[in-house]
């Protein structure tokens, strides 16, 4: 994967919490997923569902917080698939991570 820090608009956080990625389409269908990091863009997450580069989704967190200086300070989250990666998980399986860029910026303070 290339190294994208260098072309970052927001600082990015490293996380580790479930979330859930429903594709914001006419069928709805959803993965759980875990959240590996966060910035005031968007997000990083990994699945072992595909969901193409360009689709709407919904990331709602499963510990929503509101005092929280992290992701969990909201339920919910919508943007759009930037990239994605492929990649084999522990299981040996296919599992992809995503980059998730927000329809609008998301202050954490």
């Known amino acids: 994967m290339s190294d994208y820090s260098e072309k970052r608009q927001y600082e990015r956080y490293s996380y580790d919490t479930p979330v859930i990625l429903y594709k914001l389409d006419s069928n709805e ?13 968007g997000v990083y997450l990994r699945t072992n569902e595909y969901v193409d580069v360009g689709q709407k989704v919904l990331v709602q967190t499963q510990n929503f917080y509101e005092d929280s200086k992290g992701p969990e300070k909201y339920e919910k989250y919508y ?8 990649f084999e998980n522990n299981s040996h399986s296919s599992a992809y ?3 998730i860029e927000y329809d609008q910026p998301v202050y954490y303070s």
């Open 29 to 41: 269908t959803y993965a759980y997923a875990k959240l590996k990091n966060y910035s005031q863009g």
């Open 79 to 86: 943007g759009k698939i930037k990239w994605v990666e492929s």
């Open 97 to 99: 991570g995503y980059g």
